[in-house]
């Protein structure tokens, strides 16, 4: 076969493949975003007007997640409350904690009395103190409800300069199920970020991890609220 052929033959080829592989890229993307937007919740759920919500009217992302736990919701709540950076925690796998904070300490699996006395106002950290990265609990309601709110989980540079903006929520629902012996754990995310990029790269990159992440951090909670 001559060096024209053969070269002819690899370029229809390279043709056929780099196409393949951009679909099935494409269609991982599409099924990761789809998955941290809804992993484990239901249509229901996703659709429910939760506290929080009013603090970003008009989000460019929304996340909903959702686990069914084997404890009463006075079992799940305490674990709740001692979140936080250099606290408990955020109950997700150590490997993740490793992999993409591993400045942050192992989640805690007992619970500490000491950090449980959050209220609203409190100041529940995210970083290293020299960051004031970190959420406000803006209400609290025990054994059913959590709303953190954060405008700081942006670089100080970033935000003084005015590349990029970042306010988002996090709520936590806890609704007794089964005569009140389990609990249904609902977890939702609202964002609104600028500039467009900065947008962008929340659905391509954030939405998708938040799979891994939401999925690693309700199971812990399950875990350890069972245990």
Request: glycine share 6%; aromatic share 12%; net charge positive.
């Amino acid at each position: 076969m001559s060096s024209a052929l053969l070269r002819s033959t690899r370029h229809r080829r390279r043709r056929r493949v780099v196409p393949a592989i951009l679909t099935v890229a494409a269609l991982t993307e599409l099924i990761l975003i789809r998955l941290g937007q809804t992993y484990g919740s239901t249509e229901v759920e996703q659709a429910l007007p939760l506290p929080g919500d009013g603090i970003i009217p008009r989000p460019s992302v929304v996340t909903n997640h959702a686990v069914t736990i084997d404890a009463p919701p006075a079992r799940v709540w305490p674990w709740l409350t001692q979140m936080g950076w250099h606290r408990a925690g955020w109950y997700t796998a150590r490997w993740v904690d490793q992999v993409l904070f591993p400045a942050n300490w192992p989640s805690a699996t007992q619970l500490i009395p000491e950090l449980q006395d959050i209220e609203v106002g409190s100041f529940i950290p995210d970083g290293a103190p020299e960051t004031k990265c970190g959420f406000i609990v803006e209400e609290l309601d025990p054994d059913r409800t959590l709303v953190l709110h954060s405008t700081s989980h942006l670089p100080a540079t970033w935000q003084q300069k005015g590349w990029a903006r970042l306010d988002w929520t996090w709520t936590f629902t806890l609704t007794p199920v089964g005569d009140g012996r389990r609990t249904r754990f609902h977890f939702r995310s609202r964002w609104i970020t600028d500039p467009w990029w900065f947008t962008l790269f929340g659905w391509l990159v954030v939405v998708p991890a938040d799979f891994i992440m939401s999925r690693s951090m309700l199971n812990g909670v399950r875990d350890r609220a069972e245990a």
